[in-house]
C-alpha cells in the first residue's frame, strides 16, 4: 500500500509497487503514468526475505495473499512460503512455494461431486499439479559489501518469469541494473501489462529531509506487450511499446515543522515505533522538472499532453517520426499531522496525511490564467482550465487500535468541476492493518486490502515514517 511519503520523495520517477499477482510480489509503473494506488513502494526487501522473516519470527508458516480479478491475472486465494540457504558469507539461495488454494478446492469439490475413484481422482490432481503448485528460486551474491548481484526465476513450467538485478550504493546515489524478462507493469487504471524483455539503468541521488535531489533512469523494452489477465480489448500503453527511453528529474524539497512536540514521552517505555513517537503538525514542498526523451515505437509522454495543448500551456513537447521530447515542471504539497507518541496502549497515536499533487506546473499555469481572464472579462470559468488547476489529492488516515496495532486508510480523491453531479468524488481507497514490530524500533507487518483492484496482501515494511 503506498505511503503518501514515497511520492513526495521522488515526484516524477518511477518506484516499484507491490503485486500479488505474482510469486514475486512486484510490478513498475507503465511510464508516464501515476502509481495506482496502495501498490508503489520505494526500496524494500525481497518478497523471499520477508517471508523467511514471517516464518522464523511471527509464527507464520504460510503467509497469504490475495487477487481476485480473473481479467487482470488474478488467481484467487495464495499461500506462500519460502527457504533462504546461506551458501557462504556472502551468497545465499532461496527456494519459493505458492500453492493455489482455489484451484485446489475446485479439484476437490469436482471429485466430492464426481465421486470418481481414488486411482482416477489421484491421477487428476497429478496432471493438475502445475495450476495448484509453483516454484521460484533465486540467489544473491554480495559481490563487494556495497553491491549486490540477485538472480531470480519464478513460476516455473508456468510461463516463467525471471529477473537480474545489480545494485550498488555510492556514498550520495544508488545505482540499480536490471533486466525484466517478461516485465511485468501497471497502469494507472490497475491494468497489468507483461513486456516480453525490459532492461533498465537506474541512477538516483540519496537525500534526507531538505535539499537538491535528482534521478536519471534509461530503460529499453523489447517485444509486443501483452494483457496479463488475456484481456485483448484494452488498449496497450504507448510507452510500453518497443524503444528506448531517457528519463531525468530534479527537484529540490523544503521541509517546514509548524509544531513539533519532543516532550511528554513516558520514561523507560519504548515506542512501538521509534519514527511515529513525536507529535507534530508540518507542511513539505517540492517542485522540480522532469524531461523525457524516446526512441522507437513508443511515445514516452506524460498524459497530461492533450491538456497541455487544449490550453497552450509552456510545457516542452516535440515528436518527430519515432522520436519524442517531453519536459515540465512538478510540484508537492503534503501536510501531516499526529496526535499522541505511540507508547500507550490504547489511543496514543492518530495521524493525518494529505497530498496535493500538481504533476504540471505548465497545465496549472496555463488553466489560471486562462481563469483570470474570464473573470476580467466577466466570464463564465472554462470548465476545462478548472479542472486543470484542481490537483490529484490524495489522503491518509491512520489510527492506533490496541498496543502495536493501528488501522491505516489511503484514499484517493478525485477533483473534476466538470462533473455536474459530484465536484470531489471517492476514487480508489485502501485499507490496512499494521503491526508495530517493536523490537526492530521501526518496522511493521502489514495487512492491506484494496477493494477496487481485489487484491490484499501481507508485506513487511522497513523504517516507514
Given amino acids: 500500500m503506498r505511503r503518501l511519503r514515497w511520492f513526495t520523495d521522488g515526484g516524477q520517477w518511477d518506484l516499484d509497487m507491490e503485486s500479488p499477482v505474482t510469486m514475486e510480489g512486484t510490478a513498475r509503473a507503465v511510464p508516464g503514468d501515476p502509481l495506482p494506488l496502495g501498490l508503489s513502494r520505494g526500496p524494500r526487501v525481497t518478497r523471499p526475505k520477508q517471508l523467511d522473516f514471517m516464518h522464523r519470527f511471527m509464527a507464520s508458516p504460510l503467509v497469504p495473499s490475495y487477487a481476485g480479478d480473473p481479467s487482470n491475472g488474478g488467481r484467487g486465494l495464495l499461500f506462500h512460503h519460502a527457504h533462504i540457504l546461506h551458501l557462504a558469507e556472502n551468497w545465499s539461495a532461496t527456494v519459493l512455494e505458492q500453492l493455489n488454494v482455489q484451484k485446489l478446492f475446485s479439484l476437490v469439490k469436482e471429485h466430492v461431486s464426481n465421486q470418481d475413484e481414488k486411482s482416477l481422482w489421484l491421477k487428476s490432481l497429478g496432471r493438475h499439479m502445475v495450476d495448484i503448485f509453483s516454484l521460484g528460486f533465486g540467489t544473491e551474491l554480495f559481490v563487494t559489501p556495497e553491491s549486490s548481484l540477485l538472480v531470480e526465476a519464478y513460476n516455473l513450467k508456468q510461463g516463467t518469469r525471471s529477473k537480474a538485478t545489480f545494485q550498488h550504493k555510492f556514498p550520495q546515489h544508488n545505482l540499480v541494473m536490471e533486466a525484466v524478462c517478461p516485465g511485468l507493469f501497471v497502469d494507472k487504471h490497475g491494468t497489468y501489462w507483461d513486456v516480453p524483455l525490459s532492461m533498465a539503468i537506474d541512477l538516483a541521488s540519496i537525500t534526507s529531509g531538505s535539499g537538491l535531489s535528482y534521478h536519471l533512469c534509461l530503460q529499453h523494452n523489447s517485444g509486443q506487450p501483452k494483457h496479463f489477465g488475456g484481456d485483448q480489448t484494452s488498449e496497450i500503453p504507448m510507452s510500453l511499446l518497443p524503444g528506448l527511453c531517457a528519463k531525468a528529474a530534479v527537484s ?44 522507437g515505437d513508443k511515445l514516452a509522454r506524460l498524459s497530461i499532453e492533450d491538456e497541455t495543448k487544449t490550453l497552450k500551456s509552456f510545457s516542452l513537447y516535440s515528436q518527430k517520426d519515432n522520436r519524442a521530447l517531453f519536459a515540465d ?137
Fill in 252 to 295: 529540490i524539497r523544503k521541509n517546514i515543522d509548524i509544531w513539533r512536540k519532543k516532550e511528554g514521552k513516558l520514561k523507560m517505555v519504548q515506542p512501538y515505533d521509534a519514527l511515529l513517537s513525536d507529535p507534530h503538525v508540518s507542511v513539505s514542498g517540492i517542485i522540480g522538472a522532469a524531461a523525457i526523451a524516446s526512441q
Fill in 329 to 465: 515542471l512538478f510540484a508537492v504539497v503534503s501536510f501531516s499531522a499526529q496526535h499522541g507518541n505511540f507508547q500507550r496502549l490504547f489511543l496514543d497515536l492518530t495521524r493525518l496525511n494529505a497530498r496535493l499533487d500538481f504533476r504540471s506546473v505548465s497545465t496549472f499555469a496555463a488553466g489560471a490564467v486562462c481563469l483570470a481572464e474570464n473573470y476580467y472579462n466577466s466570464q463564465r470559468p472554462d470548465l476545462e482550465a478548472l479542472h486543470a488547476v484542481c490537483p490529484d489529492l490524495s489522503v491518509s488516515l491512520q489510527q492506533q487500535i490496541v498496543g502495536p496495532f493501528s488501522f491505516r486508510v489511503d484514499s484517493r480523491i478525485k477533483l473534476d468541476p466538470r462533473n455536474n453531479n459530484y465536484f470531489a468524488q471517492l476514487d480508489e481507497s485502501v485499507f490496512a492493518i499494521d503491526w508495530a514490530l517493536k523490537v526492530l524500533g521501526s518496522a511493521k507487518a502489514s495487512f492491506w486490502y484494496a477493494p477496487k483492484q481485489q487484491e490484499a496482501m501481507v508485506e513487511l515494511r522497513f523504517f516507514e515514517s
